[in-house]
Nanobody, 120 residues
Framework: QVQLVESGGGLVQPGGSLRLSCAAS????????MGWYRQPPGKERELVAR???????EYADSVKGRFTISRDNSKNTVALQMNSLKPEDTAVYYC??????????????WGQGTQVTVSS
């Protein structure tokens, strides 16, 4: 089995920064893509940022210029540096990964989520 474990959430004031980290472990043949989603209170889960196996990056318009995603393929980790945080960034943040568990079978895995609260 594969597990994604997130860390780094918390309470921060508007304009502050946080760094989220996610590590994948278990039966991993190859990681295709890793990324971050979030679910604000009372809303649906939405894409924040993701990176694919070719190194391509994608960001939600609402976080462009403020958030940076980075990935370490050798360690199966992905991080999200969040700067200039706004109250509307408050959400539960989830790590997601597309992982091959053997040479032919791949699945989508999710972390348990970490709370980010931006408030004064």
């Amino acid at each position: 089995q594969v597990q994604l474990v997130e860390s780094g959430g918390g309470l921060v004031q508007p304009g502050g920064s946080l760094r989220l980290s996610c590590a994948a472990s278990g039966t991993i043949f190859r990681t295709i893509a890793m990324g971050w989603y979030r679910q604000p209170p009372g809303k649906e889960r939405e894409l924040v940022a993701r990176t694919n196996s070719g190194g391509g990056l994608e960001y939600a318009d609402s976080v462009k210029g403020r958030f940076t995603i980075s990935r370490d393929n050798s360690k199966n980790t992905v991080a999200l540096q969040m700067n200039s945080l706004k109250p509307e960034d408050t959400a539960v943040y989830y790590c997601q990964a597309y992982i091959y568990v053997d040479t032919s079978q791949w699945s989508i895995f999710w972390g348990q989520g970490t709370q980010v609260t931006v408030s004064s």
